[in-house]
């Protein structure tokens, strides 16, 4: 169980911070660019869950519940990168995100597309309010697999790959669900190549 009782520690007025492992690092380090974007992912997820909670219907309610599980999963991805896997660590030793966590992503991606139309072009970031934070929330969470796709190549042993993965399949199941938060991709808005220019 966490305990926070005091907030500040003034330990990283140095320019690092402490990891999981008893460690430090800077505060630049790519692992703590990592976890610190799964963390600005989460927040996003914050203000998804907000917005979907002005909708009382069903749909608006079963999402928020998903995407507050999510928040706790993403909390489970930061601990994992916080903590490199040491020599010998025995399986169940850490909290590690797990492939389970990640199948239940890929669940509810088919469940949300099964009722969407296919798509003629690229959709652009909008639509209802909700749709629009998801989109948000899906770009913060392809950063959040960037940098950690960049942490794994540096670090690979002590980096569990599921966390890419996870972060992966959540940034598509992000993409689904701002369709189906745009009446099921009814009030989409469609790219129009070149359509910008002007007449």
Not at 39 to 47: H, I, K, R, T, Y
Request: aromatic residues 4%.
């Amino acid at each position: 169980m966490v305990r926070l009782s005091k907030i500040y520690t003034k330990t990283g007025d140095d320019g690092t911070t402490g990891l999981g492992d008893g460690s430090r690092a800077e505060k630049t380090d790519p692992r703590v660019e990592a976890y610190g974007t799964v963390d600005e992912a989460n927040a996003a997820l914050g203000v998804c869950i907000v917005e979907a909670k002005r909708d009382p219907s069903h749909r608006s309610v079963e999402l928020a519940r998903l995407l507050t599980t999510i928040q706790n999963d993403l909390f489970d991805v930061g601990a994992d990168l916080c903590c490199p896997i040491g020599v010998g660590e025995k399986p169940g030793g850490r909290l590690r995100i797990t492939a389970a966590q990640t199948e239940r992503l890929e669940r509810a991606i088919d469940d949300h597309n099964v009722r969407l139309k296919p798509l003629d072009s690229f959709v652009l970031p909008g639509g209802t309010p909700f749709a629009a934070s998801l989109h948000v929330a899906r770009t913060v969470s392809r950063r959040a697999e960037r940098a950690t796709v960049a942490l794994y190549r540096l670090h690979p042993k002590p980096t569990n790959p599921e966390t890419v993965k996870y972060l992966n399949r959540l940034s598509d199941l992000l993409f689904v669900l701002g369709r189906v938060a745009n009446d099921d991709g009814q009030s989409d808005v469609k790219w129009v190549p070149g359509g910008g220019r002007g007449s």
